[in-house]
């Protein structure tokens, strides 16, 4: 018999975000724009028009708070 599996919810949310982000970076570089500038202006202003609405980029950045984006976008950078 197998073992029963636990998985940590919240570990599933912060790869949910990043998939995400990189899939948005993605679909604004294949719209010519530089995605970390937008990207960054995004989380700075608040403003999604700094999000293309290319191929629903805006409205799949904008499944987040801009807190959880950046506490993905720490994390990740610090444990590395």
């Not at 700075?44 to 984006?69: C, E, T, V, W």
């Amino acid at each position: 018999m197998e073992e029963t599996k636990v998985y940590d919810s919240e570990e599933f949310q912060k790869a949910y975000i990043a998939d995400t982000l990189k899939e948005v970076a993605s679909l604004l570089e294949e719209r010519g724009y530089h995605p970390v500038n937008q990207i960054v202006g995004y989380l700075m202003s608040g403003d999604p028009g700094y999000i293309s609405n290319h191929k629903g980029a805006r409205k799949k950045i904008l499944k987040f708070d801009r807190a959880q984006l950046l506490e993905v976008l720490v994390s990740e950078f610090l444990e590395k």
